[in-house]
């Protein structure tokens, strides 16, 4: 198995910055893509970042150009930085990790097989 925790999160200004990592751990040779995910109260899970076992990566448009997803192989970590916070970005954020996708990035919850618990990110006006 491989197990997922997140950290980062906390409160912020709106404007401001924060920097979510997601460390795996176990049976890490099963890792290959990772992504990030979050749900607002009420809403559905949705899809934030993604970088595949290669290093490609793709962003959910409302998050493109403040947000950016990078992994440290070595460390087994992904990381993302989030700049320019908007409180509509407060949520949940979960971490997750595929035995697949070496060159495809992956968008979708279903291609996720380990998550971790979440943390909380808020965004205060």
């Known amino acids: 198995q491989v197990q997922l925790v997140e950290s980062g999160g906390g409160l912020v200004l709106a404007g401001g910055s924060l920097r979510l990592s997601c460390a795996a751990s176990?049976?890490?040779?099963?890792?290959?893509?990772m992504g990030w995910f979050r749900q607002a109260p009420g809403k559905e899970r949705d899809f934030v970042a993604a970088?595949?076992?290669?290093?490609?990566?793709k962003y959910a448009d409302s998050v493109k150009g403040r947000f950016t997803i990078s992994r440290d192989y070595a460390k087994n970590t992904v990381y993302l930085q989030m700049n320019s916070l908007k409180p509509e970005d407060t949520a949940v954020y979960y971490c997750?990790?595929?035995?697949?996708?070496?060159?495809?990035?992956?968008?979708?919850?279903?291609?996720?097989?380990?998550w971790g618990q979440g943390t909380q990110v808020t965004v205060s006006s």
């Open positions: 997750a990790a595929s035995r697949s996708g070496t060159i495809v990035v992956f968008t979708s919850k279903s291609e996720y097989d380990y």
């Open positions: 176990g049976r890490t040779f099963n890792v290959n893509a």
């Open positions: 970088i595949s076992g290669s290093g490609s990566t």
